[in-house]
């Protein structure tokens, strides 16, 4: 059986039995995506829905998040996006990331864990051999967290 098919047989395995018994279910992903722009001109473009993060960390060129948030009947879509400034004059503030989430109207209560791994390679500066930056989520009370992070290179 190939592995893409055996994964997705076990992603399907969990989100039955979370959603059906309203359990914790614990799904790990290793597969990376790129992040996504946003601006002024395309900000509320992705959903906000809630979600904690449960920890964070650079590895390599790859900012590796583990996110928890209710679901478990229906497909959730993790985006991490990266909020360009609305202005550029100088000093720019360090890049700043958003964790979006779209629970897509997902009513069920089990609470679901995944590891996401996204590529940031993008923020790299010419000259410069680290870039701080900061990572935002919103949980389920409304609370934004902001971690700051170095990504070296």
Do not use: W
Request: with cysteine; net charge negative; glycine share 6%.
């Amino acid at each position: 059986m190939k592995p893409t098919l055996a994964a997705l047989l076990l992603v399907m395995l969990f989100a039955t039995i979370a959603c059906h018994n309203k359990e914790y279910a614990e799904i790990v992903t290793n597969d990376s995506s790129e992040y996504i722009v946003l601006s002024y001109f395309n900000y509320d473009s992705l959903r906000s829905d809630p979600v904690t993060l449960i920890n964070g960390r650079v590895d390599g060129d790859f900012l590796i998040l583990k996110l928890q948030y209710g679901g478990g009947c229906k497909d959730h879509q993790v985006n991490l996006a990266l909020i360009l400034p609305d202005c550029g004059t100088p000093p720019l503030p360090p890049p700043t990331f958003e964790i979006r989430h779209n629970a897509n109207g997902d009513a069920c209560k089990a609470l679901i864990t995944n590891e996401y791994r996204f590529n940031i390679s993008g923020i790299r500066q010419n000259g410069m051999n680290e870039t701080a930056f900061i990572l935002e989520s919103k949980n389920s009370s409304g609370e934004i967290s902001r971690t700051n992070y170095t990504y070296k290179y």
